[in-house]
């Protein structure tokens, strides 16, 4: 009753409002009810998967939306919020350390994809429009009234409609169905069409994350050009081979999570895999979710023949690009990168005959915006820019490029992307 009551006072309703030159006013604190309302729903989407397993986004959505509604927003600037939230300390320079501006960025994607969720869209809304820190509360408008059944038309004949009448209504029926079914196509977007082969497939969807114990392997082979990589795989090794099979990136655990989430929605079913136990006769048991590096196996077996691939040379990582091999534009070292990237591919003529998606980072960081961009229009909506044509049937590859700050990624961006018929 109560929120029923505060959705129909303040429907569509903005806390930040503007005077009539359009400089911001300073929002008076909420009334008790209404604070309330925000409140529970900032516990909601605190409590989500998008938000749960992090502290420096639940972090930033509490103190923003606490200084907001009680009318403290003099408090909420990048440096004030450096401060405050991240410890930095009260000089710190802003430009060098955009921790504030990159959270930012993650909190309205992550916010984005928590109100994509079916059931959340007649929830209260919380949103940062682009070049503030300061949240506007949006209350679900109320449910439009029920649409008129069409108008029905009845020929009054004891013989039926006679046959011209009824070609019309054939013929306009078909008119009809052609333009809905154009309507939708351009409705799709690159993300939609995508996805549509693993998500329209009526088999078990595969998805496959490495363990540890490939960690382990991979150091030991790296031993002669990377000794402090040697050391950590030793320590690595000294555990028992049940505790790294059962040991997985959280980065990996997350994106598998976010496409089980998104498969589940659609009814479909799923199976995981560690990299190590899936088998080709499993890739052929129906579409595949490859996510990874180079320690997903699968990955570097599917992308061989791609033009995008994962690469080492010496100290380097990089994505190596077949039209371009001597290129290392996309190189980055494991020596604290500012930078990371990451491959997304969509692959049908793979040995396995069943449609392959790779979200394949450099490094860790890479895969973590790989996973993200997999949600995200607007990243498929650059890659489509860069590379337009089939989305539905063509095999797509497109590099992604983020900035690290902290270890932690920023919002990913499409460099590059491919095409092949």
Excluded at 218 to 237: H, V, Y
Excluded at 262 to 271: D, I
Excluded at 281 to 292: E, F, H, S, Y
Excluded at 343 to 371: C, D, K, L, Y
């Amino acid at each position: 009753m109560r929120r029923a009551l505060l959705q129909s006072l303040f429907t569509g309703w903005f806390l930040v409002k503007k005077d009539s030159d359009n400089s911001v006013l300073a929002p008076a604190p909420l009334p008790d009810p209404e604070a309330l309302a925000v409140r529970e729903q900032l516990e909601r989407v605190t409590a989500s998967a998008a938000f749960r397993n992090s502290k420096r986004y639940p972090d930033f959505l509490r103190y923003t939306v606490e200084h907001t509604l009680t009318g403290e927003t003099e408090n909420i600037k990048e440096r004030v919020l450096g401060i405050e939230i991240f410890r930095r300390d009260p000089d710190y320079d802003t430009n060098s350390d955009p921790v504030v501006r990159m959270t930012a960025a993650e909190v309205r994607k992550r916010l984005d994809q928590y109100y994509r969720v079916r059931g959340h869209e007649h929830e209260i809304r919380i949103e940062y429009p682009r070049g503030s820190y300061v949240p506007e509360f949006v209350w679900p408008r109320p449910a439009p009234p029920a649409e008129l059944p069409p108008l029905q038309i009845e020929v009054a004949s004891k013989h039926g409609p006679p046959r011209q009448e009824l070609l019309y209504v054939v013929l306009a029926c078909v008119v009809a169905g052609s333009v809905l079914w154009a309507a939708i196509a351009r409705r799709q977007n690159a993300l939609d069409r995508f996805w549509a082969p693993i998500f329209d497939s009526k088999a078990t969807v595969l998805l496959c994350i490495p363990d540890m114990s490939i960690m382990v392997r991979d150091a030991e082979k790296a031993r002669p050009q990377n000794p402090t990589g040697t050391i950590f795989g030793d320590a690595l090794s000294r555990l028992p081979i049940g505790f790294q099979r059962d040991e997985v990136s959280f980065v990996d655990a997350y994106t598998v999570m976010s496409v089980a989430s998104a498969l589940t929605r659609r009814g479909r079913n799923f199976r995981l895999f560690h990299t190590e136990d899936a088998t080709l006769d499993d890739l052929k048991q129906g579409p595949a979710v490859l996510i990874g590096g180079t320690n997903n196996p699968w990955i570097n077996q599917v992308s061989s023949t791609l033009r995008f691939s994962l690469a080492k040379d010496g100290p380097l990582d990089y994505i190596s690009d077949r039209q371009s091999p001597a290129s290392r534009q996309w190189a980055i070292t494991w020596q604290n990168p500012t930078t990371d990237y990451a491959i997304v591919s969509r692959v049908f003529n793979t040995t396995a005959g069943q449609p392959v998606v790779i979200a394949a980072g450099v490094h860790r960081t890479g895969t973590e915006a790989a996973g993200e961009c997999l949600s995200d229009p607007a990243c498929f909506a650059q890659a489509e820019k860069l590379a337009p044509g089939d989305w539905a049937h063509a095999n797509v590859q497109f590099i992604i490029q983020t900035q690290v700050v902290n270890e932690v990624p920023g919002t990913p961006n499409v460099v590059a992307a491919y095409l092949l018929h």
